[in-house]
């Protein structure tokens, strides 16, 4: 059994994260004993989890409905979630290829010429 220092610690995060996940729901708050508060292995896996649902970009909403959807077994909602999570990922790796596509060419015309202004300041400009 870890205090709540330790806890965060093996689980490579501040104490203030662990509180913040409590805060939200994603967390017990386990009981006091003798004043100090422990943390188990369940807690570690949980934690664990949600650190690897916000990598994969689901919010802490979405990862609530996923801690509740483990304990209900419902399939078919983890797969909703994860099918919209997916089309939000897509979302944002096109948007950032026409980010850098757009860089990429007025890197180019800035390289072209050294009079005037410079095309990729003007574009922020703008």
């Known amino acids: ?29 386990p009981k006091s004993n003798g004043g ?20 994969a970009g689901f919010t802490l909403q979405e990862i609530k409905e996923l801690i509740a959807l483990d304990a209900s077994g419902d399939r078919p909602r983890v797969r909703e979630l994860a099918k919209a999570r997916i089309e ?22 800035c390289a072209h010429g050294d009079d005037g202004p410079c095309p990729i300041l003007q574009a922020f400009d703008g």
Do not use: S
């Open 88 to 109: 939000a990922l897509d979302k944002k790796i096109e948007d950032m290829q026409e980010a850098r596509n757009a860089l990429r060419r007025l890197a180019k015309e």
């Open 1 to 29: 059994m870890l205090t709540i220092a330790q806890f965060a610690n093996e689980a490579g995060v501040g104490v203030e994260t662990v509180r913040f996940y409590q805060r939200k729901g994603l967390l017990a708050v």
């Open 36 to 55: 100090i508060r422990r943390y188990g292995d369940k807690d570690l896996h949980r934690l664990g989890f949600i650190r690897k649902a916000q990598a």
